[in-house]
Nanobody, 124 residues
């Protein structure tokens, strides 16, 4: 079992940057497929980025490709989401997720473990 705690959210102007962190307790992050998802008010939770357990593959939603980067530091048991060139439509609660059963995935349904979320608000 793993517990995930996100941090790094906040209020930023359009064009700015934020780095979200997700600290994992328990097994090392190299044991999990890792993902970031987001949910805006009135909308369903959507995929943002995924990192394979092996660390060799990354996937991004088209809406964030080229602006966001997912990475992890196994020594710190932490997964990151670097967000650049932020837009007002990026405003949402961001969640990290982990699952030990798969190598990588873009569907929220495959992830067993979730953090509590961190709010990101981008002003225009």
């Amino acid at each position: 079992q793993v517990q995930l705690v996100e941090s790094g959210g906040g209020l930023v102007q359009a064009g700015g940057s934020l780095r979200l962190s997700c600290a994992a307790s328990g097994r090392t992050t190299s044991s999990y497929a890792l993902g970031w998802f987001r949910q805006a008010p009135g909308k369903e939770r959507e995929f943002v980025a995924a990192l394979s357990r092996s660390g060799g593959r990354t996937y991004y939603a088209d809406s964030v490709k080229g602006r966001f980067t997912i990475s992890r530091d196994n020594a710190k048991n932490t997964v990151y989401l670097q967000m650049n060139s932020l837009k007002p439509e990026d405003t949402a609660v961001y969640y990290c997720a982990a699952d030990p059963r798969w190598d990588v995935g873009r569907a929220a349904a495959i992830y067993e473990y979730w953090g509590q979320g961190t709010q990101v608000t981008v002003s225009s």
